[in-house]
């Protein structure tokens, strides 16, 4: 009898030791994902478009690149967005909207998040901080246009999120417009879900596990406010666009949080689009949806 119960507490300190190993190890990965490496193992250069920068309140320096409006009409335009991309995803990679957008008539600004890309920074908290960076990198981009400007904020995932919670804290009302690619409602339930592709037990225990000990790493909460509880506070138009076969965010869930912001436009679904390979699959027609929507906020600027 002793001998099964030794057995048994043998097992179990080793399942409760597994189990911390693995949360600690998600949790570092939250909130250092690290940086995307160019073949040759250095940092990637910028890529085209003009060098910007903005600093945090924090003391940061962040990274980004400009890229104006290129038709000579539009050289004169205020209208301008900002396009962020998602967690531990290469900035120039995100690029590809900035110069679509410009060849549009808009400017355009792609930022790298802290702790991304050119950016200074060793932590991603998933809103906690950026929310912050985007009303900065605001101001900066308001000095740069001039008065008049007319804001939109493409974000992606992640950048999604920063994106919704920036315009709900703005208290200046600054940005006319959101674009959010690829959204999560909940970050706990998405964490969960790559629990579940691990095979790992208890995914939505151990998803709160991680973000817990993540948000005492980052010093910040990563999951609260959720996008779902900020949304019926977005008081600017919205655009979600997400794909069909995304197996992180399921479409319900982003119907689900589309349905909760009050000036939100009707989702545009993408068949066969996944999470990450959206505008890919999209394509350009995808595209001109996009800037269609964002005319309407623009034709005033």
């Known amino acids: 009898m002793h001998g099964v119960v030794?057995?048994?507490g043998f097992v179990l300190g080793?399942?409760?030791?597994?189990?911390?190993?693995?949360?600690?190890?998600?949790?570092?990965?939250?909130?250092?994902p690290g940086r995307r490496l160019g073949r040759d193992g250095k940092e990637p250069v910028s890529g085209p478009g003009e060098p910007i920068e903005a600093g945090t309140g924090d003391g940061l320096r962040l990274a980004g690149s400009w890229y104006p409006a290129t038709s000579a009409l539009a050289a004169r335009s205020s209208r301008t967005a900002i396009v962020i991309h998602g967690y531990a995803e290469d900035p120039l990679g995100f690029r590809d909207r900035a110069e679509a957008?410009?060849?549009?008539?808009?400017?355009?600004?792609?930022?790298?998040l802290r702790g991304h890309g050119q950016s200074e920074?060793?932590?991603?908290?998933?809103?906690?901080?950026?929310?912050?960076?985007?009303?900065?990198?605001?101001?900066?981009?308001a000095d740069r246009v001039?008065?008049?400007?007319?804001?939109?904020?493409?974000?992606?995932?992640?950048?999604?999120?920063?994106?919704?919670?920036?315009?709900?804290?703005?208290?200046?009302?600054?940005?006319?417009?959101l674009v959010l690619?690829?959204?999560?409602?909940d970050l706990e339930a998405a964490i969960a879900v790559l629990v579940r592709r691990f095979r790992l037990p208890?995914?939505?225990?151990?998803?709160?596990?991680?973000?817990?000990?993540?948000e005492a790493l980052a010093g910040v909460s990563l999951t609260r406010p959720r996008p779902l509880d900020l949304a019926p506070k977005v008081a600017v138009p919205t655009l979600i666009v997400h794909g069909a076969n995304d197996t992180l965010v399921a479409l319900a869930d982003a119907q689900r949080l589309a349905a909760a912001i009050p000036a939100a436009h009707p989702l545009i679904e993408v068949p066969g689009a996944r999470h990450t390979d959206i505008l890919d699959v999209g394509g350009p027609e995808l595209l001109d949806r996009i800037v269609l929507f964002l005319e309407e906020i623009g034709t005033n600027s």
Request: glycine share 10%.
């Open 6 to 8: 030794a057995v048994a």
């Open 14 to 32: 080793a399942l409760l030791c597994l189990v911390l190993a693995v949360a600690e190890w998600g949790a570092w990965m939250l909130v250092a």
């Open 101 to 112: 957008l410009a060849r549009r008539g808009w400017n355009a600004a792609a930022i790298d």
């Open 121 to 141: 920074g060793e932590h991603t908290a998933f809103g906690g901080h950026e929310s912050d960076d985007l009303r900065a990198w605001i101001a900066v981009l």
């Open 146 to 177: 001039g008065p008049g400007m007319t804001l939109a904020v493409w974000g992606r995932s992640m950048g999604a999120a920063v994106a919704l919670r920036a315009a709900v804290e703005d208290t200046e009302s600054r940005i006319a417009a």
């Open 181 to 185: 690619e690829a959204p999560y409602h």
């Open 202 to 214: 208890w995914p939505r225990g151990l998803a709160r596990l991680i973000t817990r000990r993540a």
